[in-house]
């Protein structure tokens, strides 16, 4: 059993009026997803499927046009401390220095703390990011990484609940982002930050991700299905590709971003929106043969019976708020 | 070769100095025509009439009168008679005084414009109409309303300056970027603190643009409205000693009037750096 979920997306949906007036333009509809407490979802999918726009609803800043998210017990209504966003180009204020960014949030948060205090908060975070020394240092003068990790303590300072990341790492040089992604590794360990986070890179989201949520190409974009990353819990950057389940989980990945995100595109979803397919690749020698865990009601969909790694499917059943929470386990055999 | 761009720079301007100066000399020194005249009538007849000399003063009366002006800037003989540190100073505070009641309505209207769309589309046509008309086309309305010069002066300075600011300030505000907005929603920080410490300091260098754009005109205007409404000030006295037909102290006064706009314009920019960042 799953705990309860921290957010809960429920039908949602972003239309835009047409140029025209007339007709409107679906970026993206029925979707459903939960993230709990303490647990790191990533999103992917091309652009235009509407993932920034997911996470811009879920950070207060758009409104959906149908359907609602829950954080924890309340639905969302506007932007909140408790969803810090780290934007994908810091947005850091130049005429502030490092410090004074972070303090920007803390004093929003804790209106009445002493500016000592505020300031001693701060500190505590640019160490946390490693930029002690950095402090009185305007962003024009920080490096593009060091911008962004002010971006990160500004985020973590003001304590909030579900940290949401929208392509934090992708205008950074590789050796920057490899060293970012480390840090948000090691803090995320140590703080059991739930995080909400959208990016291009597959490496990223299998390094990064307890679950990957992957969306088909806009226009009426939608879930796929959701991939459990079926590495070791405490994986390292350097390790990553060692692991026997390291090229299952990519290629699906993959081969999902390089042709299924097409096919899928526009199309109705293969079964319920509500409960996301939820696959676990795996290595071969682990199960022997390809198996799936799931109600097998939708195990005809097309894209299954194409010529696939071998892989664990789960797949979840019914229940709208939990999905795989009470999942049926049955084995089908496959061609190889 | 190894002169820094700076020294050359300065030679050079003095160079070009050194030769206006000697080509204005020459120009003025040599002699026009002169008639035979009426000894009795040649006593009324100035130089020019009776040696042919010319009525432009050279470079060296120019500097005399000058340095007797630098001496004595703020002597007072009466009406018709100040030094020109007072009549500066006159039209300094004109200028200063219309340029700030200018500020205080034009950044807070300007603020509104350029964070309300709606008022933004509302305000536009009488921007629009009122900005292209020159200032001093106010004067007689102002005289008429006002029934005072020196204010009808200052409320033209005020009418002058306001509309760089305005138009400066609108869209130093309306085009603050978008995901420093973001972070203040995110952040709560709430409609005042948003104003004060996000959206004023992302507009602050095109404000000041504004402000530096304003004094200029502030000052251009200023001595075309004292010309106007006389008895004191900088541009009363070029007017004033046109008429006493001293050219040497029009000239004097040309170039005061170009060294303060120049302080103040330099005074903008100091301040413009202060305000300004870089991302």
């Known amino acids: 059993m799953s705990p309860r979920p921290l957010i809960r997306i429920e039908g949602l949906a972003r239309r835009f009026p047409e140029p025209s007036g007339k007709s409107t333009l679906t970026v993206f509809e029925d979707v459903w997803f939960t993230v709990d407490p303490g647990e790191f979802v990533c999103i992917i999918g091309h652009s235009g499927c509407g993932k920034s726009t997911i996470l811009n609803i879920l950070a207060g800043l758009d409104r959906p046009s149908e359907g609602t998210v829950i954080v924890g017990e309340q639905a969302i209504d506007g932007p909140s401390l408790d969803r810090a966003v780290i934007f994908q180009s810091h947005a850091l204020m130049p005429w502030l220095s490092a410090s004074r960014n972070i303090e920007l949030g803390i004093s929003s948060r804790h209106r009445n703390w002493s500016s000592e205090r505020v300031r001693a908060h701060a500190q505590k975070y640019l160490s946390l990011v490693h930029l002690d020394g950095s402090e009185n240092k305007k962003p024009a003068q920080l490096s593009g990484g060091m911008r962004q990790r002010v971006g990160i303590a500004r985020a973590l300072a003001v304590e909030p609940k579900i940290l949401l990341m929208d392509e934090p790492f992708s205008a950074l040089d590789a050796l920057t982002r490899g060293a970012l992604q480390d840090e948000v590794l090691a803090i995320r360990r140590a703080t059991e930050q739930t995080i909400f986070m959208i990016t291009h890179d597959i490496d990223e989201a299998m390094l990064l991700a307890d679950r990957i949520v992957l969306m088909t190409n806009g226009p009426k974009a939608r879930i796929a299905e959701i991939v459990e990353n079926t590495l070791p819990k405490d994986r390292q950057r350097t390790d990553l590709h060692k692991y026997p389940n390291y090229y299952p989980l990519r290629n699906h990945l993959l081969e999902f971003l390089v042709t299924r995100s097409k096919e899928l595109a526009g199309g109705v979803g293969a079964g319920d929106p509500r409960a996301p397919v939820i696959i676990r690749p795996v290595a071969s020698a682990s199960t022997a043969a390809e198996t799936a865990i799931g109600t097998s009601t939708q195990s005809s969909a097309p894209y299954r019976s194409r010529p696939a790694p071998t892989r664990v499917i789960a797949h979840a059943n019914g229940s709208a708020v939990t999905p795989g929470a009470d999942t049926a386990l049955k084995r089908i055999s496959r061609p190889t | ?279």
Not at chain 2, 244 to 268: E, K
Request: aromatic residues 10%; charged residues 10%; glycine residues 8%.
């Open chain 2, 1 to 279: 070769m190894s002169q820094s761009l700076a020294l050359r720079a300065g030679m050079l301007s003095i160079a070009l100095l050194a030769a206006f100066l000697v080509l204005w000399q020459f120009a003025v020194s040599g002699t026009g025509t002169t008639q035979q005249m009426d000894p009795e009538y040649a006593k009324l007849m100035g130089l020019t009439a009776t040696q042919g000399k010319s009525a432009m003063p050279g470079p060296m009366d120019v500097g005399a009168k000058l340095w007797e002006h630098l001496r004595r800037p703020f002597y007072d003989n009466g009406p018709n008679d100040k030094g020109v540190g007072i009549q500066l100073a006159y039209s300094i505070a004109r200028v200063l005084t219309g340029y700030l009641f200018a500020f205080l309505v034009a950044v807070p209207l300007g603020f509104l414009i350029g964070m309300s769309p709606l008022f933004s589309r509302a305000l536009d046509p009488f921007i629009q109409v009122l900005k292209p008309i020159s200032p001093l086309a106010w004067m007689p309305l102002a005289l008429y309303t006002i029934k005072d010069s020196n204010a009808s002066a200052i409320f033209v300075i005020f009418i002058c300056s306001v509309w760089p600011m305005l138009i400066n300030t609108a869209f130093g505000v309306a085009t603050v970027r978008r995901d420093w907005l973001n972070v203040a929603k995110t952040l709560e920080l709430g409609t005042w603190r948003t104003a004060f410490q996000v959206i004023l300091p992302a507009a602050a260098p095109t404000i000041l643009t504004g402000m530096r754009i304003s004094i200029g005109i502030a000052w251009l205007v200023i001595v075309a409205a004292e010309m106007l409404v006389g008895g004191t000030g900088i541009g009363y006295f070029v007017w004033n000693e046109w008429n006493n037909l001293s050219i040497t102290n029009v000239i004097n006064a040309i170039l005061l009037i170009g060294l303060v706009g120049m302080v103040l314009d330099q005074l903008m920019a100091r301040l413009q750096r202060l305000v300004s960042y870089s991302e």
